[in-house]
């Protein structure tokens, strides 16, 4: 069945550090691929997505490329912040009877200054 | 637009105690969800509804009941609480396209005791 793996966590960088965020997924056809951040106290938010291969999704200096080759979707910041320390998940939808979506376990970030 | 409300944020049930729990949407979504995060886990579907009148099970359903009477309202209920039940609860919406990602509510934090 369709599943998505994520880096294990947690994840400690210091400000200004490059960080990279592994996802795989294993689905039939071509998902719809997602992160979501999740800051502590709240609940999920779109962070930025990609809707087919070799899309790239980008938002807030987080990005991720569509790797259908690979079947991958890492995500990548150049510089994080301190306001960076989050939960971060991957997941992937596919157009079922409802509207599936498979979540990563998630990812946790703390970034110190 | 206030998105997805949930409520309450926190509630702390005695064993065989019964509760609901309320989500609310002002986005129209025909899509609804709800889902259990354990401590350092993932998202784990429980009930999911297609649009008014319709609902369904999802991966981790025992235990839990919902209704659908409209479009914006997706009650979850709790009849029996148990220990195994703490947890937090997210509720979400979207309009129930593969490629839109989906909209989450606050969260209730839920203690049974």
């Known amino acids: 069945g369709d599943s998505v793996t994520q880096m294990e966590g947690p994840v400690t960088l210091s400000e200004e550090a490059f960080l990279t965020i592994n996802c795989t997924y294993t689905?039939?056809?071509?998902?719809?691929l997602f992160w979501y951040v999740q800051y502590p106290g709240e609940g999920l938010q779109l962070l930025l997505k990609a809707t087919k291969a070799d899309d790239k999704g980008s938002n807030k200096g987080f990005e991720a490329t569509y790797r259908k080759e690979t079947t991958s979707f890492h995500l990548e910041k150049g510089s994080v912040q301190v306001s960076d320390s989050a939960v971060y998940f991957c997941?992937?939808?596919?157009?079922?009877?409802?509207?599936?979506?498979?979540f990563g376990p998630g990812t946790s970030l703390s970034v110190i200054p | 637009n206030a998105g997805v409300t949930q409520t309450p944020k926190f509630r702390i049930l005695k064993i065989g105690q019964s509760m609901t729990l309320q989500c609310a949407q002002d986005m129209n979504h025909n899509y609804m969800y709800w889902y259990r995060q354990d401590p350092g886990m993932g998202l784990k579907l429980i009930y999911y509804s297609v649009g008014a009148g319709i609902t369904d099970k999802g991966e981790v359903p025992n235990g839990y009941n919902v209704s659908r009477s409209t479009t914006e309202d997706f009650p979850l209920r709790l009849e029996l609480a148990a220990p195994s039940q703490t947890s937090v609860y997210f509720c979400?919406?979207?309009?129930?396209?593969?490629?839109?990602?989906?909209?989450f509510g606050p969260g209730t934090r839920l203690t049974v005791l």
């Open positions: 997941a992937l939808s596919r157009k079922t009877s409802y509207d599936k979506v498979i």
């Open positions: 979400a919406s979207n309009t129930g396209q593969s490629y839109n990602e989906q909209f």
């Open positions: 689905a039939t056809g071509y998902p719809s």
